[in-house]
């Protein structure tokens, strides 16, 4: 995890309670000069920004220019409770009583005199607008899924936003809005993603999230997911995410295990040949935290155990493992697929390899990105004894982040939607040219992931945004259902 970035406030301001009665002259009164006047603020975005109505109260936060420590924000023209964050963020306590019943909320920003104003509107829509089904959602070329990142529900000042919605890459906003926190914009992402011809979410899981101090849940949209009536044809499934500090020792491995035993007992929990699919985003984290990998095989069996006493048959477990920079092309990937093996996994997946090419400072084409992933699947044709399933990222670009290589070097790829169409469909084509390593029979559709759905600050993100519309979407549904 990267480090907490503190956010230095800066008050705009003088007093704007000039006193005395001492009238002016013409030329002013250098002694007691006139307050300085206040400039009118503005409002870029609003988060989040729609609801269901009947929800709860929440905090809503308000990102702009010249917000000052005795702005307010206005619901519709009256005013709710504001904070002042600093110059371009402002939060305002919102109502259950404010979203129960159907309306275009307006909201503005007001600043006192001398100077000030009203600010432009945004608006924030009661009911969430569930987009209806589209002909991707129908599309059985493949079984497809996207890994999602529940980094979106803290406060606009954690350390996710870095770079975001106050930084250089503001058109990277969701549609959606930036925060997913709510029922809506979870619920809006899947029949979107469905839509766009994607048939699962994998969500990244968390343990031990305490060092996010600000109110971040990492597992949020897994819960609200779980929780929906309605998904939208979307299925769901769990990647537990390991490495410090998030990893899951044995004394609370069980734990664990009866908390994600409980998703998988979800009719909308995908299933691989009949058992609940179960991801590990790095097989050689858990060897170190066991102790053996004998120790790690015994902890899978003992996940496999605890879903058969609900009455599921098992746990379909892939595992997989990164890629070195600097990797592709000169170095085997033979390790990884061992380890696999040997510690009981049924079959393997890679999440990413952003610096598998030779870094450099600087953009390369999208075109050595998706070499790489070739490389990187023709890897487990040679080497793996079990069967693996292809991943494709949908791009990488961490300037917002500033995440560099091993070596230092602040690297990103160029991309269009019909690159990420394009290596999609490679994706598919590979899994339907190697049988072998598929992990269900050849005359169902091949199971393939994308990485990912929505890591804006990553750069690899499918989500319709400000910046891109549905394109990207758009793209991937057109290939999954012609010819």
């Keep these: 995890m990267r480090l907490f970035c503190t956010l230095v406030c800066g008050l705009l301001g003088t007093s704007l309670g000039c006193g005395g009665g001492a009238g002016s002259t013409s030329g002013g009164d250098s002694s007691n000069p006139p307050p300085a006047s206040n400039a009118v603020p503005s409002i870029v975005t609003v988060s989040p920004n729609s609801s269901k ?27 709710r409770p504001t904070t002042f964050v600093d110059n371009t963020l402002l939060t305002a306590q919102i109502s259950a009583a404010d979203i129960s019943t159907l309306a275009a909320n307006s909201i503005t920003v007001s600043n006192p005199s001398p100077g000030g104003g009203i600010s432009n ?30 980094g979106w529900t803290g406060p606009l000042t954690n350390f996710h936003f870095d770079g975001l919605p106050r930084g250089p890459y503001q058109q990277r906003e969701p549609l959606t809005g930036w925060q997913d926190n709510n029922d809506c914009a979870v619920e809006k992402q899947l029949a979107l993603a469905h839509n766009f011809g994607i048939d699962f979410f994998v969500y990244e899981w968390y343990f031990n999230t305490t060092d996010n101090a600000a109110g971040e849940n990492l597992n949020s949209a897994l819960q609200i997911t779980s929780r929906l009536a309605d998904r939208h044809g979307m299925q769901f499934a769990v990647m537990y995410v390991n490495g410090a500090p998030f990893n899951v020792g044995p004394a609370d491995w069980t734990s664990a295990v009866n908390e994600w035993v409980g998703y998988m007992n979800d009719s909308a929990y995908l299933r691989v040949n009949g ?38 048959p ?31 996994y049924d079959a393997v997946q890679l999440f990413g390899y952003p610096f598998a090419p030779p870094p450099i400072n600087g953009m390369l084409p999208f075109s050595a990105l998706s070499d790489a992933g070739l490389w990187v699947w ?15 990222m949908d791009g990488w670009d ?17 991309r269009t939607p019909q690159d990420v169409a394009n290596f999609v469909s490679d994706a598919i084509d590979w899994a339907n040219s190697n049988p072998q390593l598929r992990p269900k029979p050849s005359t169902a559709p091949p199971l393939v992931l994308i990485t990912s759905w929505n890591e804006m600050g990553e750069g690899n993100h499918l989500l319709p945004t400000v910046e891109d519309g549905t394109s990207y979407g758009d793209a991937l549904a057109t290939m999954l259902t012609g010819p």
Aim: hydrophobic share 35%.
């Design 121 to 150: 509107s945004k608006t924030f829509a009661v009911p969430c607008e569930i987009p209806p089904p589209a002909p991707g959602a129908a599309q059985t070329r493949a079984r497809l899924g996207a890994f999602y990142f529940d």
């Design 275 to 312: 058992s609940p699919l179960f991801i590990v985003i790095n097989v050689g984290e858990m060897e170190p935290v066991f102790g053996s990998s004998a120790a790690v095989t015994n902890a899978l069996n003992e996940l496999r155990t605890a879903a058969q006493t609900q009455g599921l």
């Design 53 to 79: 109505p009947g929800g709860d109260d929440f905090v809503l936060s308000v990102v702009g220019t010249n917000f000052i420590s005795s702005s307010t924000l206005q619901w519709n023209g009256s005013t």
């Design 314 to 344: 098992g746990v379909y477990i892939v595992g997989g493992f990164g890629v070195p920079d600097g990797t592709i092309g000169t170095n085997s990937l033979s390790d990884g697929f061992t380890i696999a093996q040997n510690d009981g």
């Design 378 to 392: 023709d890897q487990a044709r040679l080497h793996s004894a079990l069967p693996f399933i292809p991943t494709a």
């Design 398 to 414: 961490p300037r917002p982040w500033d995440e560099r290589s091993s070596t230092g070097q602040l690297t990103w790829y160029s």
